[in-house]
């Protein structure tokens, strides 16, 4: 599956911005999803992942109560509703795909792959 992200750009502290994940392909609805973030200098993170039919999340503590991840299988479409914006949220996110999910690997980031190109998302104080 390729992907590909969009939706970053600049905003205040306190702003909100919905990224979102195009898919290609036609096996999108079989992939757990996840969106992963790297702020400069940082390593790249998990924030949230979803399973494939959406009945499954996992969210990382410092996103928890503020994003909330979605998709929408008809569209082949990934999302990242992302509200309550802080500056140490400002990290280019990238959108990957994994084959089955799995509590333990996902919350670890582990075995995603597909990834997208990122988009930058920037938060000002």
């Known amino acids: 599956v390729q992907l590909q992200a969009s939706g970053g750009g600049l905003v205040q502290a306190g702003g909100s911005l919905r990224l979102s994940c195009k898919a290609s392909?036609?096996?999108?609805?079989?992939?757990?999803m996840g969106w992963f973030r790297q702020a400069p200098g940082k390593e790249r993170e998990i924030a949230a992942a979803?399973?494939?039919?959406?009945?499954?999340?996992y969210y990382a503590d410092s996103v928890k109560g503020r994003f909330t991840i979605s998709r929408d299988n008809a569209k082949n479409t990934l999302y990242l509703q992302m509200n309550s914006l802080k500056p140490e949220d400002t990290a280019v996110y990238y959108c990957?795909?994994?084959?089955?999910?799995?509590?333990?690997?996902?919350?670890?980031?582990?075995?995603?792959?597909?990834w997208g190109q990122g988009t930058l998302v920037t938060v000002s104080s």
């Open positions: 990957a795909a994994r084959n089955y999910w799995s509590d333990y690997e996902v919350r670890r980031g582990a075995g995603f792959g597909s």
């Open positions: 392909g036609h096996t999108f609805s079989s992939y757990a």
């Open positions: 979803i399973s494939s039919g959406g009945g499954s999340t």
